[in-house]
């Protein structure tokens, strides 16, 4: 089945460095690629997203990238803060009938001060 | 208003109980879903519906019963669950399906469901 595989499940980093997180996707049928974080009690919050016509997206400190011939998309975040500590998911969405959307694993963040 | 709510925020329910879960938006889309998230595990799709139809059912035990009775509202109907099945309930919102463009979704809060 359609499967969403994302690294690492843990990253620890300094306050104001950077974190980079990995996805990769299974469904050629996918063409959207949000990024969702998710802090404790918390539903997921959308903070990033690229399509599949967009090689590259930028918003303030995050940034996405998606190479869709390798099937693969990550999430940069420079000038970390410990408030950027979280859950990341990565997930792809494909459309069958509806929006299927498939979520990676997640990676746990923390940011030290 | 870009919010999707949720109730009960929590629920504690033994296994011979009927329960529902209420989800409801105010953003105009026609598209809503069910995810289920166990705890340190991602959200799994559970229902997708567009204009109020079903369209995707993730193979869920009929147990779960959704139920979409207008544009802004979402129910999910519980009935005989299983410890297994507590969890977060997650319910999220999108604008529906358009000339093969997606759109982005958003979640609620999540009901955390704990079966007795």
């Known amino acids: 089945g359609e499967n969403v595989e994302q690294h690492p499940s843990t990253l620890s980093v300094q306050e104001g460095d950077s974190a980079v997180i990995k996805c990769t996707y299974s469904?050629?049928?996918?063409?959207?690629f949000p990024w969702y974080k998710q802090e404790l009690g918390k539903g997921p919050q959308l903070i990033i997203d690229i399509r599949s016509n967009v090689g590259e997206k930028k918003d303030q400190r995050i940034a996405v990238t998606l190479n869709k011939t390798a099937k693969h998309f990550s999430l940069h975040i420079t000038e970390t803060q410990p408030e950027d500590s979280a859950v990341y998911f990565c997930?792809?969405?494909?459309?069958?009938?509806?929006?299927?959307?498939?979520f990676g694993a997640g990676t746990r963040l923390f940011v030290k001060a | 208003d870009t919010e999707v709510t949720q109730t009960p925020k929590h629920l504690v329910m033994g296994m011979t109980n009927k329960k529902s879960l209420k989800c409801e938006q105010h953003?105009?889309?026609?598209?809503m879903y069910w995810y289920k998230q166990k705890a340190k595990k991602p959200p799994e799709l559970m229902f997708v519906?567009?204009?109020?139809?079903?369209?995707i059912n993730e193979s869920v035990p009929s147990r779960f019963s959704p139920e979409c009775p207008n544009s802004s509202l979402l129910n999910l109907h519980l009935h005989a669950l299983q410890p297994e099945d507590s969890a977060l309930y997650l319910c999220?919102?999108?604008?529906?399906?358009?000339?093969?463009?997606?759109?982005?979704?958003?979640f609620g809060p999540g009901t955390r469901l704990t079966v007795t």
């Open positions: 469904d050629s049928a996918s063409n959207y």
């Open positions: 953003m105009g889309h026609r598209a």
């Open positions: 519906y567009s204009y109020e139809k079903l369209s």
């Open positions: 999220a919102s999108s604008l529906p399906p358009d000339r093969g463009i997606t759109y982005e979704q958003y």
């Open positions: 997930a792809a969405t494909a459309f069958w009938g509806g929006f299927k959307t498939i």
